[in-house]
């Protein structure tokens, strides 16, 4: 069967957003090969070139860019309308994609979705490990997940966690080495694990408060990663000080695996929201979604 001009205008689309042929094909669900078929085709029939070609990359040009601008928020409108369709089923389904980091996985969606997937079976959900700022929207994710501190003005964000701060550890027998910091200037003197942000591509400066006086430190050392995990676990294994979330490192804290220091340095960070945007009618999926995450202490749904 030939294929009509929305498909091939679905197909223009998907590779325009992705900037990809392989990551689009794979999204629609058929092969590169037949994406390019139908964007050539598309191509023909305008009499225009709508995306740029090279080994490395895929960019529309500015009539394929002009396209995406003009036509691509029907296509996304059309979307949202047939995802709303399933309030007519009898339960809740679709998929779910956010953007969150390592440590929100393992503190706030692991023990969630225990429950969650056993209760809404035809539910998925896909979750994206960026650990740095993400154009949610860009990326076609749903919803985010951030500090409350850097949630953008245009987002509705939904509180998932309590507020929580920072605990810099390192194992005792890394202290008989060296002796403890009293204050975060001492830092400088130690072997630190440092943190790349993804977005930035800068190292994250680690960030302390006392008494009305705000330090941000930027130390060294011999290991850098770009998640939090790792950090914790070179910790563990005695390779400095790692800057962590104290829900991360409390067990070991509590067993003696760690030692922390400046704690009184330590402030408290507003804590980890769901961000998604307000113009979009959330579909059923979502909605259940966002009430089984949404933190049951202090304050409810917000502008962000």
């Known amino acids: 069967m030939a294929r009509s001009p929305i498909d091939d205008m679905q197909a223009f689309l998907a590779v325009a957003r992705e900037q990809s042929f392989t990551r689009a094909a794979a999204k629609l669900g058929v092969t590169p090969s037949a994406l390019s078929h139908s964007v ?36 996304e409108q059309i979307e949202a309308e047939i995802a709303a369709l399933s309030e007519l089923r009898d339960r809740p389904a679709g998929t779910i994609r956010v953007s969150c980091g390592d440590s929100v996985v393992a503190s706030v969606f692991r023990p969630m979705l225990r429950t969650f997937l056993r209760q809404y079976p035809d539910i998925t959900v896909e979750l994206a490990i960026q650990n740095g700022f993400v154009d949610i929207v860009e990326q076609r994710l749903d919803a985010g997940v951030r500090l409350g501190e850097a949630l953008s003005k245009d987002m509705i964000a939904v509180r998932i966690g309590p507020d929580w701060r920072f605990s810099v550890v390192a194992t005792p027998e890394y202290f008989e080495r060296r002796p403890p910091p009293l204050t975060p200037h001492e830092l400088t003197r130690h072997q630190c694990i440092n943190l790349r942000l993804t977005s930035a591509g800068s190292l994250y400066a680690w960030e302390f408060r006392k008494d009305g006086r705000e330090l941000n430190v930027r130390v060294e050392g011999q290991l850098i990663f770009n998640s939090i995990l790792p950090v914790l676990d070179a910790a563990l294994d005695g390779h400095g000080l790692g800057n962590v979330p104290e829900f991360m490192a409390r067990r070991y804290i509590e067993s003696g695996e760690l030692v922390e220091v400046l704690a009184d340095w330590s402030p408290l960070w507003q804590g980890f929201h769901l961000y998604y945007p307000n113009r979009r009618q959330p579909s059923p999926a979502f909605t259940a979604f966002v009430e089984t995450l949404r933190y049951r202490g202090q304050m409810s749904e917000t502008p962000g």
């Open 40 to 75: 050539k085709g598309l191509e023909a029939r305008l009499g225009l070139r709508l995306l740029s070609r090279t080994t490395r990359s895929v960019s529309p040009t500015e009539a394929g860019q002009r396209l995406v601008n003009s036509v691509g928020p029907h296509f």
